[in-house]
């Protein structure tokens, strides 16, 4: 698990970062955000990553990453901003890396695989689901799909069912920040697991076809457009 901070006055610029971190799956983020540097600092907290804009009204980037290294030495800090003649100051607070807005998914990837190299990266996280079999921990890159069926959820893996006990709409939501989409409302898709789509159906890895709803079919394609633009991205590919 890695703990970031991501702290910009924007609101647009805020959303989109998170939606980029959402879509990032070599380690698993938990994120707070702050709109100001002042709430940063009064929330106390530690980070492994801070995600910094310096253009911010009240308490700039530079001043709160004075700061924050004044107490915290090993914080990776990573300036996001629209000002290019800043970057002598980031070098000043030790910046861990200094990215131009718009931000590029692949250059985010790039900055954040750099941290995990240098050792924050822990195991996939283990998920915990309460099952009619019994109490079930499983890591997300292990879980093909959910579907709905019969007043229940299914969960599958490559070899295993469960049964839980669960509304999908609720899982729909806790399982976006693994990587996850709903091709149809009564499934949830493991982007990792999509081997192709044809038409309305969506065949996983293990062969197996789930429906592509024409209501879902735009937003689904384009949540899995974004998750292989990040993958190549993070792989080094051109496009």
């Known amino acids: 698990m890695i703990r970031i901070a991501v702290c910009d006055d924007d609101e647009r610029m805020l959303e989109q970062t998170l939606k980029l ?3 990032y799956r070599k380690a698993h983020l938990v994120t707070d955000v702050y709109t100001s540097g002042e709430a940063l600092l009064t929330a106390g907290k530690t980070y492994d990553i801070v995600l910094l804009d310096i253009d911010m009204d009240g308490l700039n980037g530079i001043e709160t990453a004075r700061r924050i290294r004044e107490t915290d030495k090993e914080v990776k800090l990573i300036y996001i901003t ?3 003649d800043y ?3 980031a070098f000043k607070v030790h910046a861990f890396a200094y990215l131009l807005k718009p931000l ?3 250059e985010l990837y790039a900055q954040l695989d750099e941290a995990c190299a240098y050792g924050l990266v822990m195991p996939e996280p283990e998920l915990e689901f309460q099952a009619k079999e019994g109490i079930v921990h499983i890591v997300p890159s292990d879980i093909l799909c959910f579907e709905y069926l019969n007043r229940q959820v299914l969960m599958r893996s490559a070899g295993q069912i469960w049964h839980l006990k ?3 709409t609720e899982l729909a939501g806790e399982m976006e920040g693994y990587g996850f989409a ?3 409302k009564s499934f949830i898709v493991n982007l990792y697991a999509v ?3 044809h038409g309305y159906d969506v065949t996983l890895t293990d062969g197996s076809v789930v429906p592509l709803s024409q209501k879902k079919s735009a937003q689904f394609r384009r949540a899995l457009n974004e998750y292989l633009a990040g993958e190549r ?4 590919w051109n496009s």
């Open 21 to 23: 971190l959402k879509r």
């Open 82 to 84: 629209n000002y290019s």
């Open 87 to 89: 970057t002598i100051f």
């Open 104 to 106: 590029k998914a692949e």
């Open 166 to 168: 669960r509304r999908i």
């Open 182 to 184: 709903v091709p149809h």
């Open 195 to 197: 081997q192709r789509i």
């Open 233 to 236: 991205g993070r792989m080094g």
